[in-house]
């Protein structure tokens, strides 16, 4: 199978995932709660990050067996990996983006730096940068998971 076959099938499955994992798997208390400081915030997002991933690893499993996408099992791991650290990254900034005081999570304080006045004017901004992200690791990880050792 070509690469690039390979990459857009698994790019395909995991922002699929990415988004029953994201809205449909996640809990609403996981939701209202990941990006609360403190034990709490860590453990809901944790939570929300372990499902997220399990549902990432179930649709390329099932994809791989049905479709021959003959995916290198160390890869995919790596993958999936980068794909669960990025999100939860990110997720910890929930219901900060409008911060931009030096107290605010490290991803918002660099999007500060560039994007203030659309986070503190548009109340999507922060929702569309978290998916922004999201979507531009999972490329990262389906390049990753793509790159079969047996082409």
């Known amino acids: 199978m070509l690469r690039a076959a390979r990459f857009a099938a ?3 499955l995991l ?3 990415h988004e029953v994992g994201d809205y449909i ?3 609403n208390t996981d939701a209202q709660a990941k990006g609360k400081p403190g034990r709490e915030g860590a453990a809901a997002c944790a939570r929300h990050v372990t499902t997220y ?3 990432q690893a179930a649709s390329l499993l ?3 067996r049905a479709l021959g996408l003959r995916l290198d099992p160390r890869r ?3 993958a999936l990996a980068l794909s669960a650290i990025t999100h939860y990254a990110v997720d910890r900034c929930a219901g900060h ?3 931009d005081t030096d107290d605010a999570p490290l991803l918002v304080r660099i999007a500060h730096k560039d994007k203030s006045g659309w986070l503190k004017s548009d109340p999507y901004a922060g929702a569309l940068l978290d998916q922004a992200w999201h979507k ?3 490329a990262v990880a389906a390049a990753i998971a793509a790159a079969s050792r047996n082409d």
């Open 136 to 138: 531009g690791w999972v």
């Open 53 to 55: 991933s399990l549902t």
């Open 10 to 12: 698994v790019y395909a």
């Open 25 to 27: 798997v996640q809990s």
């Open 62 to 64: 099932a994809a791989n």
């Open 15 to 17: 922002t699929a995932a």
């Open 76 to 78: 995919t791991a790596a």
């Open 97 to 99: 983006w409008a911060d």
